[in-house]
């Protein structure tokens, strides 16, 4: 799983720092709203030429980290 999470880039000054695909200018949001919409992987990177089907991967296993962590309720 670390190696897929090494296929995603952060760089200060490429697409405002968010989150990309290999430095690309393919951001890890562009890959989930496409698998929101319904896209297979296979018709992902056909829309995609840049993109790897470890990529897809990557990007789920990066939004599954960033969406796991506790919440602590104040009481």
Known sequence: MS???????????KLGGR???RGL????TDVLD???AGLSHAEIV???????????KAALA???RRVDHPL???E
Do not use: N, W
Not at 25 to 28: A, G, K, L
């Open 62 to 64: 990066f939004a599954a």
């Open 46 to 56: 056909a829309e995609l030429p840049d993109l790897e089907p470890d990529d897809i």
């Open 34 to 36: 496409l698998l929101a």
């Open 19 to 21: 989150p990309c695909i």
């Open 3 to 13: 190696d897929l999470i090494q296929r995603i880039t952060s760089e200060p000054g």
């Open 25 to 28: 200018r393919i951001r890890v």
């Open 72 to 74: 602590i309720a104040a």
